[in-house]
């Protein structure tokens, strides 16, 4: 079946230290990959996605490369800020299962001091 | 923008009742998802709907069920809310079909506490 493995956190960082969390998936097809963010008493909102091997999904300053050959997809940011203190999933979705479902990792929550 | 709205921000509720969850988005999306979110576990789908009246099992279905006599409505029910239940309910929404880029856009959640 398909699997997300992220780093486990909490993450606390200084205010523009460089952000790096892990994930690693296993899929039975094709997956799209994604990192969504969920700010404090917040739902959940896509950041970026990639949808095929080499793929670099960018936004809000976050990058993530698709990459097929160690099966990951690791969200960076260079320099966050205080306003980056979050929970962060990666997730897939994958054609080879037939459906259109998420499976996520289980979260790394990032908070970010001044 | 694509809004998923949820009915509640914060339900507290005793053991035994029935307690319905309402989710609604305004895209005309096909697709809709209950899911919930626990610490240490992330999210896990509870069911999903791909069409009005139509309904899948996802991961932990026991203990719930689902209504979609609408397009834009998506309801949870708990028939007997049970402490176990306790926990944050997210909604999503995104079109159908099974290109695997297809984005779910999500609701603010529902914390629902079963005492």
């Known amino acids: 079946g398909n699997s997300v493995t992220q780093m486990e956190g909490p993450v606390t960082l200084s205010e523009e230290a460089f952000l790096t969390i892990n994930c690693t998936y296993t899929a039975t097809g094709y997956p799209s990959l994604f990192w969504y963010v969920q700010y404090p008493g917040e739902g959940l909102q896509l950041l970026l996605k990639?949808?095929?091997?080499?793929d670099k999904g960018s936004n809000k300053g976050f990058e993530a490369t698709y990459r097929k050959e160690t099966t990951s997809f690791h969200l960076e940011k260079g320099s966050v800020q205080v306003s980056d203190s979050a929970v962060y999933f990666c997730a897939l979705s994958d054609s080879g299962a037939g459906s259109y479902q998420l499976t996520f990792g289980k979260g790394t929550k990032l908070s970010v001091i001044p | 923008d694509v809004k998923v709205t949820q009915s509640s921000r914060y339900l507290v509720k005793r053991t035994g009742e029935k307690v319905f969850l309402e989710c609604v988005q305004d895209m005309d999306h096909e697709n809709m998802f209950w899911y919930r979110q626990d610490p240490g576990l992330g999210l896990r789908l509870i069911y999903f709907s791909y069409d009005v009246k139509m309904k899948e099992k996802g991961d932990i279905p026991e203990g719930y069920s689902v209504s979609r006599e609408k397009k834009e409505r998506f309801s949870l029910i708990l028939e007997s809310a049970s402490t176990n239940q306790t926990s944050m309910y997210l909604c999503?929404?995104?079109?159908?079909?099974?290109?695997?880029?297809?984005?779910?856009?999500f609701g603010p959640g529902t914390r629902l506490t079963v005492l």
């Open positions: 999503a929404s995104s079109l159908f079909g099974t290109s695997p880029s297809n984005e779910q856009f």
């Open positions: 990639a949808t095929k091997a080499d």
